[in-house]
């Protein structure tokens, strides 16, 4: 394989095709929320009509008890027409905006659960929780608060239509404004999605930072410097607090700039229109004639200016709503866009159409055949090879940075490796279905990690059905039965971030009952004995003899007190095999080997001392 399926592997982000996507499954209810607006927009339009015909009544002198309770009726009706078309316009789309946020979020998480190793190498966590919370609000609030002020700004035809029923001349007069007013939004907007991006790429990075500095805790207080992140921290906050300023500023001028276009709009018309009225002049009107569309002259009156500024202010309100709603556009499509980026990510390491699906198990056959590995073109492993069968223990030695851990990582396929393959019964790995090769390993890493879950909840994350009994005999094994009886709750011992209220030994000691009771062909143990002692690791080797019988195991170890049973023994340096064999023909070789044998010895003679 070549060095390049180890690169970034991603797609051109598609945020607007991403949405559509998630936002398509709720099309009836956004539908629904359209048409409900249409009947919305069109009552609520009716009152500047009826307002006119009132003032019209008034000063006719026509008006009278009965007429006037007539109209209030009226009133009454479009107004509650409004409200409720209101209320279930807002339901619809405040219900689709939610299943959207959940669908989204679960498949943003699922996606990032499946991506591969590398992808977790070059991103910080803080940055891949600041998009699942952060940016995935922007984009729910744009498709539901953001939704609704599109589907008003349908208002604007409506508006003008009935602008145009009052007088074709001053309705062109107002709008000679407009191009103006749209100019300016266009530039405000696009500095707010700027501004927007920037804000929300320094939020991902004081949620690392924060991230960071809570699951170091330990280290944080063990080196005496919470005052020098506190004081880092708040660097970043201020740099965020400055950009959040910017964006309130440039978020502020949009409100006024509309208000003041509008105002002065008003003001032509008022004056404009109120020329008209007393020069007595005549207007164009469009009205409804037997049915059609039709243009017809008359005196321009009080009455019809009234109706006009009404309907201009029911405009106001709609534009000037618009001026969050491009806010809030701003931040969900610069949101969008930074979820696509990671769900636009492909996994390096993924099943692909050479996968064998009819391969369901492994039986435990390991080989490496010619493997060579570089992780950003540093070479790591160079042209390995060693074959053990089922049932075999093989065990690999070396000094750190040796390349031990990346050979656990290509088992597992974390990674696959540059040259050469990786076998598994027979069967490249790569061919393999990474569901079947995973279950059928049991892992035990250098770094424990242990949700915040309970003991049993740990023990038993890769077979969930497991027994008490057999939750008690992997412990046992794991010599982790004692420090369980002395605990209050036992198996439900309650454990805190990252195991934190147990030893590193004892972490050790679940994280290696949980690789047990899984009861897989496949064992590995990537120094799981290292933060236990000489007497424990002695007693779990013991413990294990029964287990490694029946199981191919794979063992990395700095002690060679450890693989000293092994069948076969690997001793690697600066990524090549330099030695192999079991321990008593690698000690006759008086070779890296032996020096690291008698370097423990004399370790151990210091320990007892």
């Not at 965020?240 to 105002?263: D, N, Q, S, W």
């Not at 032509?268 to 007393?278: H, R, S, Y």
């Not at 556009?329 to 949101?335: D, E, S």
Request: glycine fraction near 8%; hydrophobic fraction near 45%.
């Amino acid at each position: 394989m070549s060095a390049k399926a180890h690169e970034y592997r991603a797609v051109p982000s598609r945020p607007l095709l991403t949405l559509c996507r998630y936002c398509a499954p709720y099309w009836k209810s956004y539908a629904a929320a359209l048409l409900i607006g249409f009947v919305y927009l069109a009552a609520s339009q009716a009152m500047p009509l009826v307002l006119s015909m009132i003032i019209e009544d008034f000063e006719a002198r026509e008006i009278t008890t009965g007429l006037l309770w007539g109209y209030f009726y009226i009133l009454v009706l479009i107004a509650a027409i409004t409200a409720i078309c209101r209320f279930f316009q807002r339901l619809l789309v405040g219900r689709a905006s939610r299943r959207f946020e959940y669908t989204l979020r679960n498949d943003y998480f699922r996606h990032v659960q499946g991506l591969s190793q590398e992808f977790f190498n070059r991103t910080k966590t803080g940055d891949i929780m600041a998009r699942a919370t952060n940016d995935l609000n922007f984009v729910r609030d744009f498709v539901g608060a953001g939704i609704m002020g599109i589907i008003d700004l349908f208002r604007i035809p409506f508006a003008v239509a009935v602008l145009m029923h009052f007088s074709i001349q001053l309705s062109v007069a107002v709008v000679v404004a407009v191009p103006f007013a749209s100019v300016a939004t266009y530039y405000i907007l696009k500095w707010t999605r700027r501004q927007a991006r920037v804000v929300q790429e320094l939020f991902s990075g004081i949620t690392a930072l924060a991230q960071e500095n809570l699951a170091g805790a330990r280290v944080v207080r063990a080196y005496d410097i919470s005052d020098r992140q506190v004081e880092a921290f708040g660097r970043e906050s201020k740099i965020y607090a400055r950009e959040t300023l910017k964006l309130v500023a440039i978020k502020a001028a949009i409100g006024p700039m509309m208000a003041m276009v509008l105002r002065a709009i008003m003001v032509i018309a008022l004056w404009k229109g109120g020329l008209m009225v007393i020069n007595g002049e005549t207007t164009s009107q469009i009205v409804i004639a037997n049915g059609w569309l039709a243009v017809e002259t008359s005196a321009f009156t009080v009455a019809d200016l009234m109706g006009f500024l009404v309907c201009l202010l029911m405009v106001h309100g709609s534009l000037a709503g618009f001026a969050g709603i491009a806010v809030v556009y701003q931040q969900g499509a610069a949101g969008m866009e930074r979820i696509s980026q990671i769900m636009d990510e492909t996994p390096s390491v993924d099943d692909s159409d050479d996968t064998d699906t009819t391969i369901t198990s492994l039986h435990g056959g390991i080989e490496f055949r010619g493997v060579s590995f570089a992780y950003d073109s540093q070479p790591v492993l160079r042209d390995i090879s060693w074959k053990c069968e089922p049932g075999e223990t093989v065990a690999i030695v070396g000094h750190t940075g040796s390349g031990k851990s990346t050979m656990m990582s290509l088992m597992t396929r974390l990674c696959d490796p540059v040259d050469g393959v990786v076998l598994m019964d027979g069967v490249d790995a790569r061919h393999v279905p990474l569901s079947a090769l995973r279950a059928s390993i049991g892992l035990v890493p250098q770094d424990t990690f242990l949700f915040s879950d309970t003991i049993r909840g740990n023990v038993t994350v890769g077979r969930p059905g497991a027994t008490e009994d057999e939750i008690m005999e992997a412990c046992r094994i794991a010599q982790f039965d004692e420090a369980l009886a002395g605990m209050d709750d036992g198996l439900d011992t309650i454990l805190g971030e990252r195991g934190i209220n147990l030893s590193g030994g004892q972490k050790q000691r679940v994280t290696i009952a949980r690789a047990l009771i899984k009861d897989s062909a496949i064992l590995l143990l990537d120094d799981a004995l290292s933060s236990v002692d000489t007497h424990t690791e002695e007693q779990i080797l013991q413990g294990l003899k029964s287990v490694m019988a029946t199981r191919t195991c794979v063992i990395i170890s700095h002690r060679v007190s450890t693989v000293r049973h092994a069948d076969l023994i690997l001793v690697l340096d600066e990524g090549e095999i330099r030695e192999r064999g079991v321990h008593n023909d690698l000690l006759a070789q008086n070779g890296l080997y032996t020096k690291m044998y008698e370097h423990q010895l004399l370790e151990d003679e210091l320990e007892e001392e």
